[in-house]
């Protein structure tokens, strides 16, 4: 079993040659790489959660690059892709840029261009999971409150001092002070601007 946090740059296209010089050249970096000779077979074939990105080319018998491409969100398959194509147009890169494609390269492509943007691509991806990481533990702190301290947090992050919240809740100030040193702790904020980037991070602010 892969490790998935290991990204795989993963080839589609129908030209087997296209294909070997692809993962030759990606390889020749230090690169992971899985080539298919078609979008089905990349479906079939690609495990849930995979880290890495997509080259595939826009034409192809069967299901077309453009047509497999949207279909990746049905999938959920959540990795940038990079369209290849030896009968560009701009159409073609306008529908593969509007539906989602990092870039659109022409064949014959420049190969250190082609690795430029496989690394940009795979780069982006890294963010965007690192990125989800953190909302997940931040969910997860937030769970973790009580009713009260969530109550407190909404009303700290909507810039209430401890009065105005013990007034709203009709419990005392120290008792405010204290959900509120315990909601900090939990929520690990050193600091009202942390809290509220932490809220805005979670769709919490407005949500009240």
């Avoid at 299901?63 to 147009?89: C, F, R, W, Y």
């Amino acid at each position: 079993m892969s490790d998935s946090s290991q990204p795989i740059v993963y080839v589609v296209d129908d030209d087997a040659d296209v294909r070997d010089s692809l993962q030759w050249l990606l390889e020749s970096v230090g690169l992971r790489v899985q080539s298919f000779g078609t979008a089905q077979a990349f479906f079939d074939g690609y495990p849930a959660g995979q880290s890495g990105c997509l080259v595939m080319d826009v034409r192809m018998p069967g299901l077309s690059g453009l047509s497999a491409q949207t279909k990746l969100a049905e999938l959920a398959i959540d990795i940038p892709v990079i369209m290849i194509s030896a009968h560009g147009n701009v159409d073609m890169a306008v529908t593969a840029m509007t539906q989602g494609a990092l870039t659109f390269i022409e064949k014959p492509f420049n190969d250190q261009l082609l690795l430029d943007q496989v690394q940009a691509a795979l780069q982006r991806d890294q963010q965007r999971r690192q990125g989800l990481a953190r909302k997940q533990q931040l969910q997860q702190r937030y769970d973790s409150l009580t009713k009260r301290e969530k109550q407190v947090f909404e009303r700290v992050v909507q810039g209430l001092t401890n009065n105005e919240i013990a007034d709203q809740l009709a419990i005392n100030r120290k008792t405010v002070e204290g959900h509120r040193a315990h909601m900090m702790n939990k929520m690990a904020a050193e600091s009202l601007p942390e809290l509220i980037q932490m809220a805005l991070s979670l769709g919490l602010v407005g949500a009240y």
